[in-house]
């Protein structure tokens, strides 16, 4: 990629940090030894990488033995939805979701509808919020597992989490499960007794780790069916060898991103809230998918009668890098699952663009937007949007 991009796709992926790269390369150099060997080599890789696992359980308010990790937030959504519902069936086989999350969690909800499990989909608002009265009218006494998206990937919509947990742990014996991928290190997310998940998802590459790495973090031991079987490794549920270096490399990333994220947070809202006052000079061709009760690094508005494609590569010309929606989902010629779940008005509905701040976003960078944007509406504007 070119060093004068203009990068804003960062709920994407984001560029991995200097200091984390260093120390991936370093681990690799001088730590590559099998942790689960024996000999001295073995044993010190292991010490590392149960620092490492010691250093994301502190982040989370739980314990070691409780952070399992994995290569990616995908696989642990599948490893948390299928390990809790196998394990659990003879409970029931009722599992509750929300139309708006993350194709990793749909699809592996899917799957266990084929197997015979009953899905219950929430709705969600023009907000992308889900109603708290829905799902307590939704749970069941055989309700086994809930999975509620803390901040949703394509709009930021932030969903209420506490309250929701504690409908959950009032009303049935379910585990909730939160994809927190786009929001650890960015919003608030650790382990709060009852007031909170049972089990939440990670992802390394969210939050400038490397791709490949992301953790599957439990409140507290309960039983789950393994993900991979072999020979046993991280607690049995996920066996191969463990890539150490991932796992230093994430739990330094979690660290850096959980001391910045007061400064991240306040620098993002005031970016977001510049975008929010910039699109309003468009008058009637912006419809805001994001609110500001969205995350402040996530902003997604529509542009009335355009494709996002289109817009997208006029923005790329201009050195502007955003996307249409997921880049999970972008490619497909669709309309977006999320923005069908908003019931927006039809001429907006292909004309999505998701900006996305990440640590290494500079305020030259939101003015670069600005005037990139402005210059591509005036070429495209014409007959093309009304």
Same mark, same amino acid.
């Given at each position: ?16 940090? /200097? ?15 099998? /942790? ?46 299928? %390990? ?6 003879? !409970? ?10 993350? +194709?990793? #969690?749909? *699809? ?6 084929? *197997? ?23 749970? &069941? ?20 989490? *506490? ?17 927190? #991928? ?5 919003? +608030? ?6 007031? %909170? ?28 069916? +393994?993900?991979?079987? %072999? ?64 995350? +402040? ?5 529509? #542009? ?26 972008? $490619? ?13 008005? /039809? ?6 663009? &998701? ?19 402005? !210059? #591509?509406?005036?070429?495209? $504007? ?5």
């Amino acid at each position: 990629m070119k060093d004068n991009i203009v990068y804003l796709d960062n709920s994407a992926t984001t560029k991995p940090h /200097p200091d984390i790269l260093k120390t991936f390369v370093q681990v690799n150099e001088q730590y590559y030894a099998n /942790p689960a060997s024996i000999h001295e080599a073995g044993v010190t890789a292991n010490t590392l990488l149960m620092r490492a696992r010691e250093q994301v359980a502190q982040l989370l308010n739980t314990e070691a033995k409780e952070i399992i990790f994995t290569a990616g937030g995908t696989e642990a959504n599948n490893m948390a939805i299928f %390990g809790i519902a196998r394990v659990s069936m003879h !409970k029931g086989k009722h599992i509750i979701t929300t139309q708006i999350e993350h +194709p990793s #969690v749909l *699809e592996a909800v899917k799957r266990l509808e084929e *197997e015979g499990f009953e899905v219950d989909y929430l709705r969600v608002d023009g907000n992308g919020v889900i109603s708290l009265d829905e799902l307590r009218e939704k749970i &069941r006494k055989d309700t086994i597992l809930v999975s509620i998206m803390h901040v949703n990937n394509e709009m930021g919509a932030i969903q209420p989490i *506490e309250q929701a947990a504690t409908i959950i742990h009032e009303n049935s014996r379910a585990m909730f499960h939160v994809d927190a #991928v786009q929001s650890f290190g960015k919003l +608030p997310v650790a382990f709060n007794g009852e007031a %909170g998940p049972d089990i939440v998802s990670i992802s390394g590459h969210k939050i400038h780790a490397l791709k490949g790495s992301g953790v599957i973090a439990l409140r507290k031991s309960f039983k789950m069916a +393994p993900y991979i079987v %072999g020979g046993g490794q991280e607690f049995g549920l996920r066996s191969g060898t463990v890539a150490v270096p991932q796992a230093v490399a994430f739990a330094k990333a979690a660290r850096l991103a959980v001391e910045s994220m007061d400064n991240t947070y306040q620098k993002y809202a005031a970016w977001q809230q510049d975008i929010y006052t910039f699109l309003k000079g468009f008058d009637h061709d912006i419809y805001l998918l994001s609110t500001k009760q969205s995350a +402040p690094y996530i902003t997604s508005f529509s #542009v009335r009668g355009l494709k996002g494609e289109i817009l997208i590569n006029a923005l790329q010309k201009q050195g502007v890098i955003v996307s249409t929606s997921s880049a999970c989902s972008s $490619k497909q010629t669709k309309t977006s699952h999320v923005v069908e779940a908003l019931n927006i008005d /039809p001429a907006f509905k292909k004309g999505v663009l &998701r900006m996305s701040f990440g640590m290494q976003t500079t305020e030259a960078d939101i003015t670069a937007f600005k005037q990139a944007f402005a !210059k #591509v509406m005036k070429q495209l $504007k014409g007959d093309l949007v009304k």
